[in-house]
């Protein structure tokens, strides 16, 4: 099992370093600590082939002295240690508790959006109240959309903008519980909201988890992993990974699509999350880049032509079916708004439409829904820019200027630290990765020089893309939901090159070591260790300025998110 200890025999004492126990009691490896000292540095090198064992096999070969198996954050020598099923969950919790107090105690406001209608003489549940009570702060913005379309499609032309698997899983479950007669209990709209919750809860800890497996891949450090996750927990959108939002499920879908990408490219069971994501959000078509990019790499590593027309004939059965997957939904925006026909929907839902302008399905008119007459009818892109303004700089307007703001410390890490990655790795990134190292390049290069150039690369086109044509606070939850990117830079403040360690705090935690003190040694596997992140005192000014972003962007935004106040 994985051991997090001072090494103060061998290492230096202003490094702490990632050993590997031997599967040992703690009396037994401290005893072992005193009795063989002499053999330390043998021992040292064999715990990190053993770590070796469970990262892939690229990072093998890794120099223990590289910057991949450097110094962790300082620790006040008390550990604290969490799996990371219980964090995303008491994550979670910790946004809703905190959405419910807000909403309880501060008044709504008034942001004229769009807020589903509801029949005014439907019958009240018993359950209602209570639902409404605590989870109505989530029921906030898009949120109303999400729901509105679980409840009743798309009856609006403006609701094309979101895209249908997560509301269709929300139908499908709502609808099934109602046959068990679940419905007399609650209502179906509070019903929907209930599920959704529950069901990004559960989509959270699978991106989480797939999160940790990924960054384990390409990072080669256990230690950057675990940040990289807790990170992501408590990340500055948390607000939309709870609400009924597809964040969550996004996330986890195009997590495991770069995993797999990754593992085996040609895997036909890579096409499930690849279409899924793709139906999920717009920005899922970029995970197809992920697709491609490996499959070239391994191409070019195993140039034979047999090679070449089995990676090519899998890749294109991929594509014709993900292809066909979200044709599907194209034909069906079609068939609800480029013809004339008649659809059972409520009267409130009528009224609404009647009222606010909006365009009804199956109320086809010659000035309505242009872009049914298109070569190619593809109603996204004509409702994002008719209904929500998007298109290119349409943003940019003085009073946008807090949105800029509010979007430029994710937009800061993402672009300075691309710009620093690439120029460190200028030649490698101009080769695009894919041609062979020699064995000196192989040597100077981390596990995450090597493999991370098509996450940065994908990372600065969402942001630039962001920057130039959507609502720029966007961008915020658009790179923490679609990129892990964001989460390994900030990772790199707490390990590696950039971690502050104060020389005293080492030098007792090494002594502790020596004395064989009890918690000076800890046994865990795939446990978050929160210590590191909890002793605020021994941070830098750096450290200490993502942990204010992180978790600071997590209960602001909560606050005025549930109140239907403007954010990310």
Known sequence: MPSECYNGGTTSPKRRMHVVGNGKSHQQHQQHVHQHHHRQQHHYHSSQQQTRGETPNHDRNADPSSPSMTELPPSSGSFLHISITKLAIGSRLFVIMLQLVANLLLPDHDAGVFVAPHAKDAPERPLDALVRFTLGGLNRWDGQYFLHIAEHGYTYENALAFFPLFPFILKIVSSALSSYEVVTFVSYRELSLLLAVLFNMVCFIGAAKALYRLSKHVLGSQKRAEIAVLLFCFNPASIFFTAPYTESLYAWLSFVVMYQSMEDVTSIFLTIPLSLSILCRSNGMFNIGFVLYFAVRRIAAQVNFHNIICICSRLFSMLIIVLFHYGIAQVYNYYLFCFVQKFNFPDHVREYAAEHGLVLAGNKTDDSSPWCTNLLPLSYSYVQSHYWNVGFLRYYELKQLPNFLLALPAIYLTLSNSYRYLCEHWDYALRLGLFRLTKKQHKLMRPYDRFALVFVV???????????????????????????VLYWYTAEYFTG????????????????????????????????????????????????????YFFGYTVVGTVLFSNFYPWT
């Open 458 to 484: 994908h990372a600065l086109v969402l942001t630039i893309f962001s920057l130039l044509f959507v609502h720029v606070q966007v961008t915020t939850r658009l790179l923490c939901a679609a990129s892990p």
């Open 497 to 548: 090159e950039r971690t502050f360690i104060k020389r005293q705090v080492i030098r007792k935690l090494s002594k502790q070591v020596k004395d064989g003190e009890e918690n000076s040694c800890t046994h865990v596997m795939n446990h978050i260790e929160l210590s590191d992140l909890l002793d605020f005192r021994w941070m830098n000014g750096p450290q200490q300025a993502i942990l204010v």
